[in-house]
């Protein structure tokens, strides 16, 4: 079983920037696809990033290129999402996601992964 434990999120100005951690535990990451997602209050959960273990290969939504960027240290089995530029637009709680199918297959469907962390609270605000 794999465990995900989010740090990093806070409270941000308009145009600042966070780096989000997720740890992972629990289990052999090699052949994992690694995933960011984000939810809003009143909103479905969406896509934000995603990142194989093997390569990597990376993935970013629409709304995030430009902005944000994955990345992650094997040697800490962690995964990394830098965002720059931050609007109100991207407040919301993010997630950790880990997809133990994924291969070299990068998913954007939050049902495709089956284990999650906690989620942590990213607020843009002056």
């Known amino acids: 079983q794999a465990q995900l434990v989010e740090s990093g999120g806070g409270l941000v100005q308009p145009g600042g920037s966070l780096r989000l951690s997720c740890q992972a535990s629990?289990?052999?990451?090699?052949?994992?696809?690694m995933g960011w997602f984000r939810q809003a209050p009143g909103k479905e959960r969406e896509f934000v990033a995603a990142i194989t273990w093997r390569g990597p290969r990376t993935t970013l939504a629409d709304s995030v290129k430009g902005r944000f960027a994955i990345s992650k240290d094997t040697a800490k089995n962690t995964v990394y999402l830098q965002m720059n530029s931050l609007g109100p637009e991207d407040t919301a709680v993010y997630y950790c996601?880990?997809?133990?199918?994924?291969?070299?297959?990068?998913?954007?469907?939050?049902?495709?992964?089956?284990?999650w962390g906690q989620g942590t609270q990213v607020t843009v605000s002056s």
């Open positions: 996601a880990a997809d133990r199918k994924a291969g070299w297959i990068l998913r954007r469907t939050p049902g495709d992964y089956e284990y």
């Open positions: 629990g289990s052999t990451f090699s052949a994992f696809g």
